[in-house]
């Protein structure tokens, strides 16, 4: 089974700041590069391999996030190694007047294929703007998608905000960021059912190894919400991806994903793997 990762930071703090990274151990003032994702992959499961890889934007500062994705987007093009970074989501601010401009200038960098605000971090007036809502109402011109980086308790707000850019095609990170570790799922259970019902959206089964008990055994705690995720979105509305390095685990995540994709037939291991990835960021 090959894997396209839709879902990799790639940090360099000589280069860029990171204000969340503060207090954390592993990635507090430490660089994590291609090469360390790499390594970090090359032990995986019989049978499965990461082929390929998305860079995602670090939630650096508004004024860094053009070179931010002009330098990933740079090393994209000319990177030949295996798996192969083929693309770049660029950091964004639709919530804010000028965002026209923003637009277009990630729209002419090279292998800009989406945008992502972390939203969890602002007030719900910003899910629920107006302007926001007709910021992302230009992305379907442009081709380019939208990561949403949301909570639970965001769902519904979200679900309001797809529904009026019914042309954008959105991505939910992470599956909503479920509570994992207290199986608490009953209102994520809820605001997922809910969100599915729009078309324009997909699930992204990633980074959910970082919301999990580190002390009990990956696959028990994850199978729930990959089994709802499966349940309302289908195989042909779910992509895979890690969170790499936040969720550094990445041996326990391969195996997570053998287990759970090595159930499904053929034709939808592949669809979550890597065709829906080539399909919704146009990596073909």
């Avoid at 028990?220 to 390095?245: A, I, K, N, T």
Wanted: hydrophobic content about 45%; aromatic content about 6%.
């Amino acid at each position: 089974m090959d894997l396209i990762d839709t879902h990799v930071h790639l940090l360099h703090p000589e280069y860029f700041t990171y204000d969340w990274c503060a207090g954390l151990a592993g990635l507090e003032g430490k660089t994590h590069s291609l090469d360390a994702y790499r390594r970090a992959v090359a032990n995986h499961p019989a049978g499965l391999r990461v082929e390929a890889l998305l860079f995602m934007e670090a939630d650096v500062p508004v004024d860094q996030q053009a070179t931010e994705a002009e330098l990933f987007g740079r090393l994209a093009n000319r990177d030949r190694a295996t798996p192969a970074l083929v693309g770049v989501i660029a950091g964004a601010r639709p919530e804010l007047e000028g965002f026209a401009a923003q637009l277009a200038e990630c729209n002419g960098l090279a292998r800009v294929r989406g945008l992502r605000r972390v939203l969890h971090t602002q007030p719900d007036e910003v899910l629920a703007s107006p302007l926001l809502a007709e910021n992302l109402r230009r992305l379907p011109e442009t081709g380019l998608t939208f990561d949403l980086c949301i909570r639970p308790r965001q769902l519904p707000l979200v679900a309001a905000l797809v529904s009026v850019c019914p042309q954008t095609q959105f991505v939910l990170d992470h599956a909503g960021a479920p509570d994992v570790a207290g199986g608490d799922l009953a209102a994520w259970r809820t605001g997922i059912t809910e969100l599915a019902a729009r078309p324009n959206v997909v699930c992204k089964f990633s980074g959910l190894g970082s919301l999990a008990d580190p002390t009990q055994p990956l696959t028990p705690q994850v199978r729930p919400v990959f089994e709802h995720c499966l349940e309302c979105f289908y195989p042909e509305r779910m992509l895979w991806g890690s969170d790499w390095p936040v969720a550094a685990d990445m041996s326990a995540w391969l195996q997570t994903t053998a287990d759970l994709l090595g159930e499904l037939r053929d034709h939808e291991q592949a669809a979550i793997a890597s065709g829906n990835a080539n399909r919704v960021y146009r990596l073909n």
